[in-house]
């Protein structure tokens, strides 16, 4: 028999520590999953699966050379269906908790205070997207976007990701249809965050209901202001009467500096109610909530200069001044960063199952690969005094999958900050040169003859 290859001896001692063989069989257990003992048990199809991923999801036969071992990819197949998905995504959340309490406080070059934000554990919240295979089951279960030409697209799954601030890593990924509101899900996070903990969003995720709820717990939140939401800054301004437009419906408070003040906002109507909440629930939101709006702006060279404006339940002016309010909301575009690390770098942005729950599974160990390579990443910060985030993604993928088991994180490369970089979001390659497909392959073969017969 081949003795196991050092690619999977690497992925078993990463595991292990944050993810112990028994955590995976209790996982498996407490959602009725029951199995016989077998070669490719939930611990080791999991393993496997890591594998496939890591190396980028490659095709099912490379796992026989990369695991030094004969795979059958049928087998394998069958294992991969037979492994509970609400148990794979038990296992991110307790494997995140557990790499993220271990390498946090390693990590940082200024100690555990580095990982905080002024005294606060920080998160990131956002949207993205997934391809998926062009199968009747995944466009019933995802749906594909409406202007798609009947048979020339692929079913999208929408993504909703919790980030870890500092280490950047998973929390927690939601699948979802596609035409799905973040925050029609995002309450779904909330148990997952603690009192006292700050959650940073866009403007997709400001509303009354939203930091109402964010408040009952006793999170904090800062968001981006909707583009709907009036926000007046004026000394004196008047609060908006009932049928009136064009001003706030806030009541002023108190000011705290020049586009900075505290507001008490009005919960809305009942037949404002968002559709994803019940009348009950909504109800029993309080009447009124302070909340603080400010203002900064961000002077960019060769363009017009950027106004944001916050919302956000940090009321203390002088333990969170404006200035580091605004550093804060511009950390939240690193989110965009991690979900191109996992779409571009690992290839995420197209999955390969073909149902649903195989898609939830698939996306569930995408993240538990890319935490991998954070974990690395938070080794490497911590030998070469800086931050995780300055890390390079790549050079530390590129490591793992070369190094052997137990070798310790040698120095990787550290990407220089380059602040006010600015680029065309354009394309030097051409591609292919190939035309799209705007009609379905069928009618597409059907003129192909057609000229064939002309001609």
């Known amino acids: 028999m081949v003795s196991v290859s050092r690619a999977l001896a690497r992925i078993k001692s990463d595991l292990r520590p944050h993810l112990p063989d028994e955590t995976i069989e209790a996982a498996c257990r407490e959602v009725g999953h029951k199995w016989r003992e077998r070669k490719l048990g939930p611990v080791a199809t999991l393993h496997l699966f890591v594998l496939q991923v890591l190396h980028c999801n490659t095709a099912i036969r490379h796992l026989r050379h990369l695991a030094g071992e004969r795979v059958n990819a049928a087998a394998y197949c069958r294992a991969r269906m037979r492994l509970p998905a609400a148990a794979v995504q038990a296992l991110l959340r307790s494997s995140s908790e557990a790499m993220r309490s271990s390498e946090a406080m390693r990590s940082s070059a200024a100690g555990a205070a580095g990982a905080l934000w002024h005294g606060l554990r920080a998160f990131l919240v956002d949207g993205s997207s997934a391809i998926t295979p062009d199968t009747p089951g995944l466009d019933k279960a995802l749906g594909h976007p409406r202007r798609q030409t009947a048979g020339c697209g692929f079913p999208v799954a929408k993504v909703l990701g919790l980030f870890d601030a500092f280490t950047g890593m998973v929390v927690e990924a939601l699948g979802l249809p596609l035409y799905t509101h973040d925050q029609s899900k995002v309450w779904t996070l909330h ?83 968002p559709a994803w909440m019940s009348g009950e629930q909504f109800d029993a939101l309080p009447p009124e909530l302070e909340v603080r709006e400010l203002r900064y702006r961000i002077p960019r060279k060769g363009q017009r200069t950027l106004c944001v404006t916050v919302a956000t339940t940090l009321l203390d002016g002088k333990r969170y001044p404006t200035g580091e309010v605004a550093k804060l909301y511009e950390s939240r575009w690193e989110v965009e960063t991690h979900f191109a690390e996992l779409k571009t770098t690992l290839g995420m942005r197209k999955l390969k199952s073909k149902d649903a729950r195989g898609a939830l599974k698939e996306l569930a160990v995408y993240c538990l690969v890319y935490n991998l390579v954070r974990a690395v990443m938070a080794r ?23 190094a052997a088991p137990g070798e310790d994180v040698p120095e990787l490369v550290i990407n220089p900050r380059r602040t006010g970089r600015h680029e065309p979001r354009v394309r030097k390659d051409r591609g292919s040169g190939h035309a799209f497909m705007t009609k379905p392959r069928a009618e597409l073969r059907k003129a192909l003859r057609r000229r064939k017969v002309n001609t």
């Open 380 to 402: 490497a910060a911590a030998r070469q005094a800086t931050t995780p985030d300055r890390v390079s993604f790549i050079d530390a993928l590129r490591w793992l999958l070369a």
């Open 191 to 273: 148990p997952l965050l603690s009192a006292g903990d700050l959650l940073v969003g866009d403007c997709g995720l400001c509303s009354y209901a939203h930091l109402a709820m964010l408040h009952a717990r006793g999170v904090l939140a800062c968001f981006r202001m909707h583009q709907r939401q009036i926000v007046d800054f004026r000394p004196g301004r008047r609060t908006r009467r009932k049928g009136e437009r064009g001003r706030p419906r806030s009541r002023f408070v108190r000011r705290l500096g020049r586009h900075d003040q505290v507001v008490r906002w009005r919960r809305p109507e009942r037949c404002q109610a």
